[in-house]
């Protein structure tokens, strides 16, 4: 029994250290660049850009594949950050994309919902909770306000409402200043 205990323990230590030994060998190192870019980028996956999400965008984006003005929900305040970080030059956002809105959440009228579950496949973030032929709801929280959910919903029973600006949301827009440290004369 002892003997059984100590090998099992044994063969536990050694998987476990080519499991350790593998992940350090293999691990795929994220473009740092590609992770800056999207990080300022607003995470809404909803593909406005002409890509299928914000890292593909923020890939193609780092790659020079595409402009820094195709996301409308990041707009001005975006463009104006991705060009600092790329020194590239501003350009306004592309109106083919799209055009800025204030932020918003999606709203479901639960009493005309049919329980199609149009919307909840849609969501590319699992924003909706539902089950087929029962009410749908907005999981407002993890919704990101890409209105994707409204165009399918056969009942048009999905709206948006803007989100209202508080202390907490408040965010300071563009222009922001880069503070550099002065160089002191040498007296
Ligand atoms: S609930 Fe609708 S608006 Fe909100 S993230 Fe999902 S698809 Fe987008
Ligand atoms: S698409 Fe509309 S009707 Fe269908 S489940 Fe969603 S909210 Fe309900």
Request: aromatic share 6%; charged share 20%; net charge negative.
């Amino acid at each position: 029994m002892i003997a059984a205990l100590i090998v099992m323990a044994g063969l536990a230590l050694f998987i476990g250290a080519v499991l350790g030994y593998a992940s350090l060998r293999f691990k795929v190192e994220g473009d740092p660049l590609v992770e800056k870019i999207d990080a300022i980028l607003p995470q809404t996956q909803c593909g406005q850009c002409g890509f299928p999400g914000c890292k593909p965008y923020a890939t193609a984006i780092a790659n020079g594949e595409a402009e820094i003005n195709q996301c409308p929900p990041g707009g001005d305040d975006g463009i104006h950050k991705l060009a600092d970080l790329l020194g590239r030059e501003y350009k306004p956002l592309n109106a083919d994309n799209g055009v800025e809105k204030p932020r918003a959440v999606a709203f479901i009228a639960e009493d005309l919902c049919i329980g199609c579950t149009l919307c909840l496949q849609a969501c590319p973030v699992d924003a909706i909770a539902g089950a087929a032929k029962q009410m749908h709801t907005i999981l407002a929280p993890l919704c990101t306000g890409c209105e994707l959910c409204i165009a399918p919903c056969p009942v048009d029973c999905i709206a948006m409402h803007p989100i209202e600006e508080t202390v907490d949301t408040w965010k300071w827009r563009y222009p922001t200043f880069t503070l550099k440290p002065v160089e002191r004369q040498a007296a």
